[in-house]
C-alpha cells in the first residue's frame, strides 16, 4: 500500500499476493482506497458488512508485504556482526521459538531471528487451513490466536528497525515510509486490541507521539 523507490523493490522473502478477483483482493482495494484519504484510523475501521476474520486476514498479508520491503532496504546494515542479537533497544531481547521446528527458545543474531520469523509468518499466510484464500472457506476457530501472535511477531520486526536501523533508514531516505506503515500497523492492531500493551513496550514512546498527533 506504499510506494517504494526502486531501491527498495528487493524484498527480504517473497512478496505474499493476494488473488486478484478475489472478495479478498477487493478488500485490499478498499483498503488502499481508504488509505489514501489521509485518515488512518478511518481506515483500519472493519468495512460494514464484512468479515472480521477477512479484514485481519488480508491487512495481516499486507502488513507481512511492508515489513517484508522495509526490512529488504535494510539488510545490508543487519548482520551477524553489527546485531549479534535480536533486540529493541538495550532492555529488550527477542529468543526464537516456533513451537514445532524449534519448541525451546533460541538466543539468535537478528538477520538469523528474522529469517526465522519471516519464514514462519510465510509458512502461515499459505496455510490454506489457516487463511482460506477461496471464496465460501470457514476461517479455523483458532484464526485470531494465529493472527495475533503473527502481529505481535512482525511488531519485533519494526521494533527493531527503529531501535537497531533508525539511521540507515534516514540515510537512504525510507523514514516516511516506515513511520507511514508503521503508524497504519499501530492502528490497525489498537483498533482490534490484538497485540498485547506489554509487547508493545520498546516503541511506546514513538505509539504515542504517532496517536496524539492524529487526535
Not at 85 to 109: F, L, Q
Not at 131 to 140: L, Q, R, T
Amino acid at each position: 500500500m506504499l510506494f517504494f523507490s526502486s531501491r527498495s523493490s528487493k524484498t527480504f522473502k517473497p512478496k505474499k499476493n493476494i488473488p486478484e478477483g478475489s472478495h479478498q483482493y477487493e478488500l485490499l482495494k478498499h483498503a488502499e482506497a481508504t488509505l489514501g484519504s489521509g485518515n488512518l484510523r478511518q481506515a483500519v475501521m472493519l468495512p460494514e458488512g464484512e468479515d472480521l476474520n477477512e479484514w485481519i486476514a488480508v491487512n495481516t498479508v499486507d502488513f507481512f508485504n511492508q515489513i517484508n520491503m522495509l526490512y529488504g532496504t535494510i539488510t545490508e546494515f543487519c548482520t551477524e556482526a553489527s546485531c549479534p542479537v535480536m533486540s529493541a533497544g538495550p532492555r529488550y531481547e527477542y529468543h526464537w521459538a516456533d513451537g514445532t521446528n524449534i519448541k525451546k527458545p533460541i538466543k539468535c543474531s537478528a538477520p538469523k531471528y528474522i529469517d526465522y520469523l519471516m519464514t514462519w509468518v510465510q509458512d502461515q499466510l499459505d496455510d490454506e487451513t489457516l487463511f482460506p484464500s477461496k471464496i465460501g472457506v470457514p476461517f479455523p476457530k483458532n484464526f485470531m490466536s494465529v493472527a495475533k501472535t503473527i502481529l505481535k511477531r512482525l511488531f519485533r520486526v519494526y521494533a527493531h528497525i527503529y531501535h537497531q536501523h533508525f539511521d540507515s533508514v534516514m540515510q537512504l531516505q525510507e523514514e516516511a515510509h516506515l513511520n507511514t506503515s508503521f503508524k497504519h500497523f499501530i492502528f490497525f492492531v489498537q483498533e482490534f486490541n490484538l497485540i498485547d500493551r506489554r509487547e508493545l513496550a520498546p516503541l511506546q514512546e514513538l505509539i504515542e507521539k504517532l496517536g496524539s498527533k492524529d487526535r
